[in-house]
């Protein structure tokens, strides 16, 4: 079965620049998507489509994808921003949708 | 303003049955696909499956742990999205969310399911 691997967590300081990566085979093909999720919570939609934010997201988010690797950047990463994230895609054939296993983003 | 509002969770026995509803408003859903995704507690997040609009025959697409005993529907004169859970197993415990799209935008609150001898 297609996976999406992600580091299980990220620690930075305010002010630094996270980056989350999510690796998967297809991803040269197929969109990224990225998820934000506090505790207690429904996610949100960060990025969809690889690099387009979405429109209640502040611009500090940015997204990217080259080859099989496809990044979430928060760059000036703020208290507030402290969440897991999950990126999301699917295999070549389409028929697979799937969840990397969420990245815990620490910011203190 | 999307609204994704779900009902019908519960606790139940392996092997029972349970149908979720999810009534959407704010966007046109009869030309929306829509999607179930659902998150074990204190794990990931784990996508269902995803119906197609009417117009594509509501065609549907799960994923492996729920093929076979899962049922999405749609019923577009009423803007609601359904979950019908069959033969429901312990491992199916799980917050439920409704989504819209395949790959999700927007989430609905989510309702608990759980599965219990």
């Known amino acids: 079965s297609y996976e999406l691997t992600q580091p299980p967590s990220v620690s930075v300081s305010p002010g630094q620049t996270a980056r989350i990566t999510c690796s998967g085979d297809?991803?040269?093909?197929?969109?990224a998507y990225w998820y934000q999720q506090k505790s207690g919570q429904a996610p949100v939609v960060v990025i969809y489509?690889?690099?387009e934010r979405a429109s209640e997201m502040p611009e500090r988010f940015s997204g990217s994808s080259s080859g099989t690797m496809a990044t979430l950047t928060i760059s000036g990463a703020q208290v507030e921003d402290e969440a897991t994230y999950y990126c999301?895609?699917?295999?070549?054939?389409?028929?697979?949708?799937?969840f990397g296993g969420g990245t815990k983003l620490t910011v203190l | 303003e999307v609204q994704l509002v779900q009902s019908g969770g519960g606790l139940l026995e392996p092997g029972g049955s349970l149908r979720l509803s999810c009534a959407a408003s704010?966007?046109?859903?009869?030309?929306?696909?829509m999607s179930w995704v659902r998150q074990a507690p204190g794990k990931g997040l784990e996508w269902v499956g995803r119906?197609?609009?009417?117009?594509?025959?509501?065609?549907?697409d799960y994923a492996a742990p729920v093929k076979g005993r899962f049922t999405i529907s749609r019923d577009d004169s009423k803007n609601t999205l359904y979950l019908q859970m069959n033969g429901l197993k312990i491992e199916d415990t799980a917050l439920y969310y409704c989504?819209?799209?395949?790959?999700?935008?927007?989430w609905g609150q989510g309702v608990l399911v759980a599965v219990s001898s």
């Open positions: 704010g966007f046109t859903f009869s030309t929306t696909w």
């Open positions: 489509e690889d690099s």
């Open positions: 989504v819209t799209g395949e790959a999700p935008m927007y």
């Open positions: 119906v197609k609009t009417n117009t594509e025959n509501g065609a549907t």
């Open positions: 999301f895609s699917t295999d070549f054939s389409g028929h697979h949708r799937v």
């Open positions: 297809a991803l040269p093909k197929k969109y």
